[in-house]
Every structure is written in C-alpha cells, then in structure tokens.
C-alpha cells in the first residue's frame, strides 16, 4: 500500500504564511479533502482531485480521506491555521479509533501557524506570557463547559485566545462570555479583536473589556484577552514576561 | 529614516517549518540579532552582519536591536518557534516603553511554529480540545504563579503545553510539577515528553501520569499533558473534540 494521508494547517490565509513543508505535501498529492473555503485556497494542477465538503461535517470528512490513502491515494486534509487546534486532527483520529482497519496507514500531522499566534503577532505581544486557548463554541460541549474554563483562566490570571467566538446559529453565546470576563476582570483589560487576519479582509482592534460589545466579533474573528499586566505600548499592545512577586 | 526591526519565528528547528514571510525578511536584513543557538540557524551571507548574544540579556538585547534599526538597519530578531510565545516580542516591546523615543520605528512582528503545536503534531492531536501554554521556569515569576496555574488549568480540564521545564539550575521544580499534577489529575492521565521536535535528536514519549518522572524532561522538552478525555488510538495520542453534557 503506498497511499499516504497528511492532515496539514495552511495557517490563517496568506500564501506566505504556508510553511514549505505543507506545501511539499500539497505538491506529491494526488487528493486534497476540507472544508469548501480551505479546498478553495489549494491550487488547481492537472491530475490533483479536489474533494470539498461542508461545514459540521469533519467525522464523515476524516473517514473518506482514511479510504482514499487506503485505496493507494496521497491525500492531504487541508485545515487553516494549525491542524491540531479546533480543526481536523482530532477528527481523522476519531474517525480512526472508529475504524481501527486503517491504523496501519501512513499518517502525518503537520502544525501549521494558528490564528491566535497570526493574531497576537498583528497585535504585538499579547500571549507573551502564559495563556490558555478556548473554543467558545458549544455544538460540540455544553456551554457550561465554557463558562468553568473561562473562570479558571480569568482566576489563573492568563491571557486567553477565543476561537470561533460567534456565528449566526449562536448570536447571544458572546454576550455571555464577555458578561462572565467582566465578573471576573477588571473594566480596564485589553481585549483586541482580530478578523480575518493575513487576509486582504484584515481588521485588528483593541478596546477595553468595558468598551467591548459583542458585535465587534464574528465568525471570522479571533478575540484574545489580556492578563492583568497587558498594557499598550505605542500602537502596540503586550503582556510582560515577569510577574512580580 | 529608512531602517525597520521585524521579530521572526524561526520555527522549532527544522528548515521546512520556516514560514516564507520569514524568509523573505531574513533575506532582506542587514542585521540578525539573538540568542547565540538562533542566530547561528541563519545561513551567512556577504554583508549580513550576526549580533549572536547570550541567554538571559533579552531586555539588551532587544534594545540593541532598536538602536541598529534606528540607525537606518534592517534587523530581523530572530526567536525560536514564534516570537508571541515565551520569546523576544515582549522582551522588545518591554524595551519600547522604557524607550519611547524608538516608537517612530517601523516594527513587524512574523509568526512562527512554535514548540508546543510541532510536538502536538508529532504526537496526534493532544491539544485538540481548550488548552493552556505554561512556562514553568521561575525565573521571572515566583513559583507560587506556576502551582497556582497549574491548579486552574487542572481544574478547568483543560490540556496543558509545558515550555521551559526544567533546566540545570532548576533541577527540583518540575518533580513538584508533576506532584501537583497528582493531586490534581488522576493517575492514567497521558503525559508527552517531546524533545528536540523537528531536529536530528527529536524524540517523543508518551507515559501516564503515574509514570512519569523529572528526568523525563530537559531543557530542550516541551511536555504537553492531555485532558481527562485525552486517549490512545493506536501509536496515536488525541482529545475528543467534544465533551459529553
């Protein structure tokens, strides 16, 4: 069996921002699986097959890839940012722990820069020291979940990075979570909101947790919080390494 | 003034995990300013001035950096794996506020792959759910901020990345992090030691958190710990990417 399947993270969206080794991978393939936006950012060349799918579809995704390696077929599953976090990985090992007849495939991660780094990159410094990342969204956990972890985080004092923080089917969830920081921060905390970053899209904001409203994030937004000692210097914002004693 | 400073990730090691976007700065700078082991990665060239310094000088060193670039240079930083996590970002915005008269200059902050995501995807997907990046060492923090981050990360169930855990002149501190780690978690939790992630010397380990001991890790060891969902499947380690109401 000479088939091979590589779950690879295209980063945030620039083309400069594809580590070469994803794009080494993408070059020997002979079939690319994802999510229709992410298939999208793949170029077309004579002889690769496209396979895109559907949002909210990743187990069935992960399956069909572990049966086209297994047919013989070099097969990348593409993911943005970085395929380990709050993308397909964890599915294709899910759909492989379902199917254990394809453990025996040749089977590669490769990391990929994740929109959090993309953004606090844009923003300064932010995730300078310790931080913790939650996925807001509950299609897959009950929000309660959410709320317990935003509490830890804000009592350990760690910057936090937010992905998928608001969609159409969950318009209030935000509302929650930035009423949950404000029961536990104080008013001043820097909140920068980071859309569509290394896009042509791009948008990078920084307000106070007092000043942040909801509509300020959308599907397309990553949020990250300061710790308590996140400041802005200039047009920058950061969190210092130390903490005093 | 024609001189700009960029902050680069150079990824954990290996070449093909060098985004483009650093490259291209690298290929356009004067100077390469860092941490000795960092700055002998970039490959010399004619009229490409190294300023290699030494562990543990991050506030000089950045400040250097803004005086070459203030002097018309082009100074690319260079960090290992991304610049935002435990790296030089902070450390040059930290140099910016004390000298405010360096915040004219034109600065670019370039992600990278940093240590904890590389190691993730060698190992599966062990981040595939909310997780925490903590650096252990307490050399700008007292102890007490570690063991008291290490309990919220715990109990909020998060997965956890470990940077820094454990050097010479800090022998005892991660045995204690592992017995927090036994209070908090139970004792099959699975814990990753991964060394030297993309280098000639990578190795990776997998061991409950019942088995495993300090000298599991050094300085060049990221330890990554799973959740309380976080399991095997086959020579595989992943997080569900959902939790069970």
């Not at 950012?41 to 390696?69: T, W, Y």
């Not at 009950?142 to 608001?166: C, I, K, Q, S, W």
């Not at 000692?229 to 903490?243: C, D, E, I, K, L």
Request: aromatic share 6%; net charge neutral.
């Amino acid at each position: 069996m000479s088939g091979w399947l590589v779950v690879a993270g295209l980063g945030p969206g620039a083309e400069d921002l594809v580590t070469p080794e994803v794009a080494a991978a993408l070059a020997e393939a002979s079939d690319v699986v994802g999510y229709i936006p992410y298939v999208a950012r793949v170029a077309p060349r004579a002889g690769l097959r496209l396979h895109p799918s559907d949002n909210r579809v990743e187990l069935d995704r992960a399956r069909a890839a572990l049966e086209i390696a297994a047919a013989g077929r070099r097969v990348v599953v593409v993911s943005s940012g970085d395929p380990g976090v709050f993308a397909m990985a964890s599915a294709l090992f899910e759909a492989l722990e379902i199917a254990p007849e394809f453990q025996g495939l040749e089977i590669r991660i490769l990391p990929g820069i994740t929109a959090m780094l993309a953004a606090a990159a844009r923003a300064g410094a932010p995730l300078g020291h310790d931080f913790c990342a939650i996925n807001l969204s509950d299609n897959l956990k009950p929000f309660e979940v959410v709320e317990t972890r935003l509490r830890h985080a804000a009592r350990g004092d760690f910057a936090m990075g937010f992905y998928n923080p608001r969609s159409r089917s969950r318009p209030h969830q935000f509302a929650r979570v930035l009423e949950i920081l404000r029961e536990e921060c104080e008013p001043g905390r820097l909140v920068i909101f980071a859309r569509a970053v290394s896009t042509p899209e791009e948008a990078i904001g920084v307000v106070t947790l007092a000043e942040a409203t909801p509509e300020m994030a959308d599907m397309r937004t990553v949020v990250l919080v300061g710790n308590s000692a996140t400041r802005r210097v200039g047009r920058w914002v950061y969190t210092p390494r130390s903490v005093a004693p």
